[in-house]
């Protein structure tokens, strides 16, 4: 399966900065390292996600001790 990809622009004085901090490191590229950065920040954010609200969950919370299964 191929890879596509599509450019994504950043003000220049920060692409130097980020091409100085991976020097000497495992990025290739500037493209690598941005793309690693989101990615991390992206899975960060769908761990922190609430599956339900705080309503929700007292209402299962409920239906559960009607049922029997939780005190």
Known sequence: MEKEFTPVLIPTSLYKKIE???KGTEFSSVSS???KVLRETLAKEEENKEVFTAEEEEKIKERLKALGYID
Do not use: D, F, L, M
Request: charged content about 35%.
């Open 33 to 35: 390292y941005i793309t």
């Open 20 to 22: 100085e901090k991976i």
